[in-house]
Nanobody, 123 residues
Framework: VQLQASGGGLVQPGGSLRLSCAASGFTFSYYTIAWFRQVPGKEREGVSC????????YYSNSVEGRFTISRDNAKNTSYLQMNSLKPEDTAVYYCAADLITCFYYEKVEFDYWGQGTQVTVSS
């Protein structure tokens, strides 16, 4: 089982990035996918979640309206489109997968995790 997060980088405030999470080794379409982020010294924060069946999406208040989560089950990949980025979005972003719903996803320890990709928003 592997989740490979990519697409991070350095971007100016107001800019955009699209993160990808490529999955292998399990039936991707069965799994709920979530994105988390973490800043050193702070707790991990749930950013967004998308369910396996209906594709229902959930967002934290801090990213609602700016970030969009999606998935392409044919490509075994999830995406996190991040627009209007702010310096406070700077963090390492992780994708995770589990056979659960998105309810309380931010408090759940997902079964599978990617290695993280750094996003830095700075001028």
């Amino acid at each position: 089982v592997q989740l490979q997060a990519s697409g991070g980088g350095l971007v100016q405030p107001g800019g955009s990035l699209r993160l990808s999470c490529a999955a292998s080794g399990f039936t991707f379409s069965y799994y709920t996918i979530a994105w988390f982020r973490q800043v050193p010294g702070k707790e991990r924060e749930g950013v967004s979640c998308i369910t396996s069946t209906d594709g229902d999406t959930y967002y934290s208040n801090s990213v609602e309206g700016r970030f969009t989560i999606s998935r392409d089950n044919a490509k075994n990949t999830s995406y996190l489109q991040m627009n209007s980025l702010k310096p406070e979005d700077t963090a390492v972003y992780y994708c995770a997968a589990d056979l659960i719903t998105c309810f309380y996803y931010e408090k759940v320890e997902f079964d599978y995790w990617g290695q993280g990709t750094q996003v830095t928003v700075s001028s």
